[in-house]
Each structure stands twice: as structure tokens, then as C-alpha cells.
């Protein structure tokens, strides 16, 4: 999953894109408003970690903006402790969810997740697909009973699949969501790593459950 993160307290917005790099995430960074706006605006996010109080353009102001264009990505509000009428304007516009500073990491990292499974309309942790099944907390995944190990890529590129199977993905769409703004958009690297993921998944079973669509992308789904 890819998250932008709005904040302009450089230390904490680097120490948050190094933890939820840690734990599978893309994730690029903007430190302050209009940058921010700019980037949720032209760029698709899985997610928004949004700071109020911002440089040229505070949060709720971008918040605004976004939702009255029909932008309709996750959205995170980071809040002071104690600024109720913030978190109540922010919620009103149209926020998701917020956490109010300082927060525990582990509690961001299970709300930025429950945000995402929510906007793909998969609210529980676990996803199901024939004899695979995910947990998008624990980050374990089991096969037919078995254990089978990701690295942070592969998982990230396999729950994006997950989180919306039977729907065909591009190459492009799954660049966008799993590497930074930076990435090279020419790079095979999609299609290396769907082989990864291959031999993984779906080796040594008679079900396929990564398919090929040819000229259009892939697709996570049981069954042809």
C-alpha cells in the first residue's frame, strides 16, 4: 500500500516513512500544504496522513479541497491531544479516521490499515481467496496449510492484488501503489516480481490463483 504523509516536522515525518516502510508501505512525503495538495491531487495514495497545523496550507484546508473535487483517497488526520473541535471539523469534511499526537506507532500503523480495508470494502483483517488466506495484520499468509515467507515487496504488491481481487490491475496501477513517486514507470520490475510471487503462491498447486490478463495486467482470483 502507498501513503502520503503531510507534516512539516521533519524528524517525525521521516521517523513515520522509515516504521511504515518497515511494515510494507510505500510511502512518499510532502512537508508542507500546498506541496501536499499538489501530490494527493496528481498522484494515486492509498492512504493520507494529513497534519493540521501546516506551512502555506493547513489540513483542513487541503482536506476540504480534496473532497469537494470528489478525491476520495483514506484520510488520517494527525491531531494535537486535546484539539476536539479540530478533530470534529476535520471528521465533518469528511476524514476518515484521526490519531492525536503523540501516538503510539502499532496503534497508527492498525488504523491506517483499517482505513484501507474499509475504502476497498474489506473490513475484516483476513482475506480469503480459495485456499489462500492473508492477514493483513500479522502479515501472515497460508497456502493449503502452509506457511509462505514474502519479502516486504512481494507482500506489498500481494495485498494490493488481494485487496482488490477478481479486478484486473495494470502494470502501471501497481507501480503507482507499491513504489515511490521516484520510481522508474519504465522498469520490468512489475513483472519480476509477479514471477516472485508465482513461485511462491502458486507453485506446486493445481489451482492458479495469479492470472495474466493479456494487454490489460493481472489478477488475484480463484479459479480461470
Same mark, same amino acid.
Given at each position: ?35 501536499? +495538495? ?49 478533530? $470534529? ?19 497508527? +500503523? ?39 515467507? @514474502? ?11 488481494? @485487496? ?25 520490475? $512489475?513483472?519480476?516480481? $509477479?514471477?516472485? +510471487? ?27
Amino acid at each position: 500500500m502507498k501513503v502520503l504523509i503531510v507534516e512539516d516536522e521533519k524528524d517525525l515525518a521521516l521517523t513515520l516513512k522509515k516504521g511504515l516502510e518497515e511494515n510494507s508501505f510505500a510511502v512518499d512525503v510532502s512537508y508542507d500544504g500546498e506541496e501536499g +495538495l499538489f501530490m494527493a491531487e496528481n498522484y494515486p495514495y492509498d492512504v493520507l496522513l494529513l497534519d493540521i497545523m501546516l506551512p502555506k496550507m493547513d489540513g483542513l484546508a487541503i482536506l476540504n479541497t480534496l473532497r469537494k473535487k470528489k478525491i476520495d483517497m483514506p484520510v488520517v488526520m494527525l491531531t494535537a491531544r486535546g484539539e476536539v473541535e479540530d478533530r $470534529i471539523k476535520g471528521l465533518n469534511i469528511g476524514a476518515d479516521d484521526y490519531i492525536a499526537k503523540p501516538f503510539d506507532f502499532s496503534e497508527l +500503523l492498525a488504523r491506517l490499515r483499517s482505513v484501507i480495508r474499509r475504502s476497498k470494502g474489506k473490513p475484516a483483517p483476513v482475506i480469503v481467496i480459495g485456499d489462500l488466506t492473508m492477514d493483513t495484520n500479522s502479515r501472515e499468509i497460508r497456502r493449503g496449510g502452509r506457511d509462505i515467507k @514474502l519479502s516486504s515487496r512481494e507482500y506489498n504488491m500481494l495485498e494490493y492484488l488481494a @485487496l482488490n481481487k477478481n479486478r484486473v490491475i495494470g502494470r502501471t496501477e501497481l507501480m503507482e501503489h507499491i513504489y515511490e513517486m521516484d520510481a522508474d514507470p519504465d522498469s520490468n520490475i $512489475i513483472d519480476v516480481y $509477479i514471477n516472485y +510471487l508465482r513461485n511462491k503462491i502458486d507453485k506446486d498447486f493445481a489451482v492458479q490463483l495469479i492470472h495474466t490478463v493479456r494487454g490489460a495486467g493481472y489478477v488475484l482470483k480463484e479459479g480461470k
